[in-house]
């Protein structure tokens, strides 16, 4: 019998250390692939007036219908699939997982990758499988057979452009792993709006594909808004494990607001991507610097002489956040920057090369 409260605590939780956000105060803040434009100063005002009528006594719909509706129309979901919300897709994983958890099942991702995919196995009780990708950060096949073959997972997680590393996997591995998998497969595509790539379109070939979107890195993250399109039945049942009211009020009227004048936002992905391959053409030119492509607002970068976590320290005393990759593996010596406006990514090429000559 357990002696102390925290020995109630399930020991693999009690192994993990919670999701560490660097604190950004006074920072150019280049760590967490957030759009760093605002509200243009008309749709602000607007959204303003708008909220004046938002009823902040009622529950919010529980479905947000109104909501889904022009998610639907506005991301091209195709006609008759099914949608539901969540709270950041980070939520949406966490439903996935808790619609499949059972002993001895498992979650199959690919290493490096975004966290909260074996964050998430391990709360909810499954066994986690990272597949290493190759050196060059694309599938490796062999491997992804073997590994599907032996675990059989219930869900695959394929982020589409990957995190961290920035780049598109081929369309045509993706393409087999979904027709050889046993459970669910789900492309997350939160990286969409810089890519020009999606496997929304085929939704409707696959009974066992879903495609998950975000409007976090598109210029949203404080909204809190992920979605999740697939076939209607099967969408229907991830649906009741979603807490009744996991999208507030504030933030459905909001994104209902903001999609409905949403075309600054596109010009801001635009501006985005525009400065990533400027941002990406003159890090290649920096000596001991190798530079990742990127379909994403973010650059991962390997420094090839100097020592990641000195050049991480020299770029924070110098008023700019990124993100310390570094670990034993395919990221060794590696950092992650975000795309900022062109004054903050100015600001840390100048840090970066400051670093690198010091
Ligand atoms: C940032 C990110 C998410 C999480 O997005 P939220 O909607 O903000 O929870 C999901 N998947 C990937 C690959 C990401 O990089």
Redesign the pocket.
């Known amino acids: 019998m357990p002696g102390k409260p925290i020995d109630w605590i399930r020991p693999e939780i009690r192994e993990l250390s919670a999701y560490h956000v660097a604190d950004a105060t006074g920072m150019v803040k280049l760590d967490a692939?957030e759009n760093p434009y605002r509200l243009p100063d008309e749709v602000l005002r607007q959204w303003q007036q708008d909220l004046l009528t938002a009823d902040l006594n009622r529950y919010p719909d529980p479905q947000a219908g109104a909501l889904q509706q022009k998610l639907k129309q506005i991301m091209q979901v195709p006609e008759g699939q099914g949608m539901v919300l969540?709270n950041?897709?980070?939520?949406l994983?966490q439903m996935l997982a808790l619609a499949v958890a059972a002993p001895g099942r498992c979650i199959l991702s690919f290493e490096p990758g975004?966290v909260?995919y074996s964050m998430i196995s391990r709360f909810t009780g499954m066994n986690y499988i990272g597949v290493p990708l190759a050196d060059d950060f694309t599938l490796d096949m062999d491997k992804t057979r073997e590994a599907i073959e032996q675990n059989q997972p219930a869900i695959i997680f394929i982020?589409y452009p990957?995190?961290p590393t920035g780049n598109l996997f081929d369309a045509d591995a993706i393409g087999e792993i979904i027709r050889m998998a046993p459970g669910l497969v789900v492309i997350?595509e939160?990286?969409h709006p810089f890519a020009f790539a999606s496997f929304m379109p085929t939704l409707a070939e696959y009974g066992h594909l879903l495609v998950?979107r975000?409007?976090?890195?598109m210029g949203l993250?404080g909204l809190?808004?992920?979605y999740l399109c697939g076939d209607a039945e099967l969408i229907n049942e991830v649906n009741k494990v979603r807490l009744p009211y996991n999208i507030n009020v504030l933030t459905q009227y909001s994104a209902r607001f903001i999609l409905d004048n949403a075309g600054f936002l596109d010009g801001q992905a635009e501006m985005i991507r525009s400065d990533r391959d400027k941002m990406l053409k003159h890090m290649t030119l920096l000596d001991g610097v190798e530079v990742f492509p990127s379909q994403a607002n973010f650059i991962l970068f390997r420094l090839k002489h100097a020592d990641a976590d000195k050049v991480f320290d020299s770029l924070h005393d110098q008023g700019v956040l990124i993100k310390n990759m570094n670990s034993p593996g395919v990221l060794h010596n590696c950092l992650r920057v975000t795309v900022g406006t062109s004054e903050e990514n100015h600001a840390f090429l100048f840090a970066l090369e400051q670093a690198l000559n010091s």
């Open positions: 692939m969540g950041g897709s980070d939520e994983i975004f909260m982020a990957n995190n997350d939160a990286y998950m975000t409007v976090s890195k993250a809190r808004l992920g």
